[in-house]
């Protein structure tokens, strides 16, 4: 099971059998709008709260999963979900909803592919039939709570992301049609020392690359073995950045399969500066997009290596640089 | 591996074979003083804020484990940890400086027990050979975070509980000396409606109820077959509401074997109104005492019922009621 210093492989390649994708308006007018299940033309949901709306999208994308995968709440075993609210609220309200057993996770914006990790390894040692993980966030509530109200209508500088207003969710099970997880390769904590909260991409790049680096060493393959490689939220800053580390490291990666969810989800016309960012970036374009061009035959093998930052406001006051953190999973058909 | 609904059986009986429990003052004078492995006289730790001083105590856990389990941080695979700070920072930090592949987990102050259980899961599957598993609290950065800052000087209500200053951590492995972790119940969220943040132990009793009534149930055994079973930090109103819901549910639990680590670690003249709490509490109280007295001989088989509030600030203030939870993990000599 566990190949080299921290990558698992899972014989029984456990499957993705149903997954959904949730986003609000700014996503419908993305380019990856039909490769969602549920689009809102609401930011608010009809919630009272951008709190409540988060709670939203993660409950429906769990439940639109559970349905396209003709199964009952009753029938899974245990969710696992983590988001950037403070204790976790969207997620622990969302399991509140569910009432399946639950594992809180948080790893900020790679608590999607952390997730996906955990939910196979459960499968894959048959600790459980059925899980769903799940990850979500929202661009007004993320905001508010990490920077400042959007109200307040704050400057933002070329190498700020945008918080995806998503969520996503897998119904991951031993058996079953679907993309397969084969592996996992759970990231190292790296702090380089930048402290800019409006550079999240350039923060967040040498993680990514320490954990690509430790999945191709621990399972000694090549990058050509994946069709695509996609960190989860660099944008085009932290993933110009990664890639360049990359090439320095002597481990290149065709630059035509290597890309990021946050380059992919909103239209270059769409003002989001470096891209998008949030758990539900990779979220969504993982569990939506990504899922849906392998069920097409478009992909066959691919590698999602989920970023976060693991900052609070807090520590941000404090002075403390941004440790960050990358987990990476792969999926073949 | 999966018996029943919610419950692992843990075949290989993963090994505790070192843990360690690091306290403040107050635990300096409390009834489990002798129980920890290191004591500070300064709730600052010397450090220029509460919350790296939480931070600190975390790290002291952990590098106290590994190196009382005669081990190097490089030999360990993985470093799962949950605390009560937003965006759980004690224990991303602590993850920095460990530099070990890590896993944040968040279930309030379940998460002892969460990551316990995980731990377990990941070496009993093979995913790994030694796995830390770790948590903290820090009763001042806890009042200033859900509360008010200590130097208010708020009144609190007979149920209010004392968040411990504390951390605990265990290493966990596939072979070795020590006592054994046989099963993990995860829990589900359970609400009840309740809303007072200073009634916690009331709202988590019927969260701790229900994974104790699955575990049995999973498993089929009856309370007489442990010598202990203590929830997390119930205190003294929820720890009796919990006794009496499990009576009235017709599963009785000799009174003499069921305790609550938030009623053992502080003594009678202490001003805990009605006990401790915290994700320290159950950390340091498991990874300290109990662990301590099984050594000894003066307990075999152990469940340790470790109970959540998964409230935030926001939540409460938004006027929604307290998701609970809880998660037990049995362990035997």
Redesign the interface.
């Known amino acids: 099971?566990?190949k080299g210093?921290?990558t698992?492989v899972f014989e029984s390649k456990p499957v993705i059998i149903s997954s959904a994708a949730v986003g609000g308006p700014f996503e419908a007018q993305g380019a990856l709008a039909e490769d969602f299940d549920i689009l809102h033309e609401d930011v608010w949901l009809g919630q009272d709260?951008f709190?409540?709306a988060e709670k939203k999208l993660l409950e429906q994308a769990c439940e639109t999963a559970i349905n396209k995968g003709k199964m009952k709440k009753e029938d899974v075993?245990?969710f696992i979900s983590?988001d950037?609210?403070?204790?976790?609220?969207s997620s622990?309200?969302t399991?509140?909803t569910l009432?399946?057993?639950?594992?809180?996770?948080?790893?900020?914006c790679s608590s999607a592919m952390?997730g996906l990790a955990?939910a196979s390894?459960?499968v894959?040692?048959?600790?459980?039939?059925y899980v769903v993980a799940g990850a979500s966030s929202h661009n007004v509530a993320a905001e508010k709570q990490f920077r400042y109200p959007t109200e307040y209508g704050g400057q933002k500088p070329p190498t700020a992301q945008w918080t995806v207003t998503g969520a996503g969710a897998g119904l991951v099970a031993q058996d079953g049609d679907g993309p397969r997880v084969t592996s996992a390769t759970?990231?190292?904590?790296v702090?380089m020392g930048l402290t800019d909260p409006f550079n999240m991409g350039a923060a967040m790049a040498p993680a990514a690359v320490d954990t690509i680096e430790a999945h191709f060493r621990d399972l000694d393959i090549k990058p050509s073995y994946y069709d695509l490689i996609a960190t989860g939220d660099l944008g085009s800053v932290g993933h110009r950045i990664a890639g360049d580390l990359l090439d320095k490291h002597g481990l290149k990666i065709p630059r035509e399969i290597f890309t990021d969810c946050g380059l992919l989800i909103y239209k270059k016309d769409q003002p989001v500066m470096a891209g998008g960012s949030g758990c539900g970036c990779s979220a969504t374009v993982t569990y939506g997009h990504l899922l849906n061009r392998m069920k097409k035959g478009e992909l066959k093998r691919i590698l999602v290596i989920a970023t976060g930052a693991?900052?609070?406001?807090?520590?941000y006051q404090?002075k403390?640089s941004i440790?960050c953190?990358a987990h990476a999973v792969s999926i073949e058909m």
Do not use: Y
């Open positions: 099971m566990l210093h921290q698992w709260s709190e409540k075993q245990f983590g950037l609210m403070n204790q976790i609220i622990t309200f399991a509140r009432g399946v057993p639950f594992l809180g996770i948080f790893g900020a952390e955990l390894l459960l894959d040692s048959k600790a459980a039939k759970i990231g190292r904590v702090d693991l900052l609070s406001p807090l520590s404090q403390e440790p953190i």
